[in-house]
């Protein structure tokens, strides 16, 4: 059997997807970047096909991508997280949504790309300037709360009053606005759901740069939290599709282009 991997190594976690002959997910990995994020992608694919037992011969085909794609040498090919992310969303969806919106927040960047008919970039929309809407203002956020960044969604669903508004554009200040809060004798719960609505107006505004087409779709590790999804949801005001494993579709993206690309490479 012929195996598949898409590598994304990304700013704050290193994804591994692995797919079979026909696309199908057979295994994956999550591991910090850390600093010297070549060699702990390749330690993590290591690891990984020892984990699955799949001899190193089998894996035919690499395809990395994100911010350190061009540092994994031992690629066969590297895209953009943009085209990846596309075609990881447009399988992990497959058969429940057709994907025409691809909403992604990643540790320190977000997107919306907009998609056509058959699933093919049409124009897309980041941030990467500011840490505010991203996965990094969650963890801040987090830490100075002294929550875990996978507990914000209890904390948000156990929000009784009005959300409270959380102003400050930046990430910085914003720290200092949530001290403030606290100080003022405010519930956790209800600054939770106070930054999870500042975060989902700034994706609103990102999304409506690209235009919101039915068919939405949110990857990238805060997606995990079902109270930021819920905020979106209501602040955007349509459903939302969340795939099985959101953080590493688009390290499946990449894993499906390389099924792809060796099946192209063996016809021609
Ligand atoms: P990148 O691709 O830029 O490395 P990811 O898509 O991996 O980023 O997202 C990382 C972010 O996901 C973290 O900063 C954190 O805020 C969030 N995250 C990770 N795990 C969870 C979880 N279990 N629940 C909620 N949020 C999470």
Redesign the pocket.
């Known amino acids: 059997m012929n195996y598949f991997a898409g590598i ?1 190594i ?4 290193i ?1 591994i997807a692995i797919v079979d002959e026909n696309r199908a997910l057979v295994g994956q990995k999550i591991s910090a ?1 850390g600093s010297m994020f070549y060699k702990y992608a390749q330690e993590a694919l290591k690891e990984l096909l020892k984990e699955l037992n799949i001899d190193e011969s089998d894996l035919v085909y690499t395809v990395s991508t ?1 911010y350190g794609r061009k540092l994994f040498k031992e690629a066969d090919e590297n895209i953009s997280e943009i085209t990846a992310n596309a075609i990881g969303a447009r399988e992990a969806a497959r058969g429940h949504c057709e994907v025409k919106t691809v909403i992604n927040i ?4 977000s997107k919306a790309i907009s998609l056509d008919n058959d699933g093919n970039v049409v124009n897309f929309s980041m941030n990467d300037r500011c840490a505010a809407g991203t ?2 203002f ?2 801040v956020v987090a830490l100075k709360l002294e929550i875990g ?2 507990e ?1 969604s209890e904390y948000h669903f156990k929000s009784q009053g009005t959300p409270l508004p959380i102003n400050s554009t930046c990430a910085v200040f914003a720290e200092s606005e949530i001290i403030g809060l606290l100080g003022n004798n405010n519930s956790v719960e209800d600054i939770v759901a106070g930054v999870h609505y500042s975060i989902a107006k700034r994706i609103v505004k990102l999304v409506k740069r690209v235009g919101i087409k039915e068919g939405l779709y949110f990857d ?3 997606a ?2 079902g109270g930021l999804v819920n905020a979106i949801e209501n602040e955007i005001g349509k459903e939302i599709f969340i795939p099985e494993f959101p ?1 590493i579709t688009t390290s499946f993206g990449a894993a499906v282009l390389a099924q792809e690309s060796h099946q192209y490479e063996n016809a021609i």
Request: glycine share 28%; proline share 4%; aromatic share 0%.
């Open positions: 994304d990304g700013s704050t976690a994804k970047s994100g990643g540790g320190q960047d996965g990094k969650l963890d960044v996978d914000l990238g590790g805060p995990l939290n953080q």
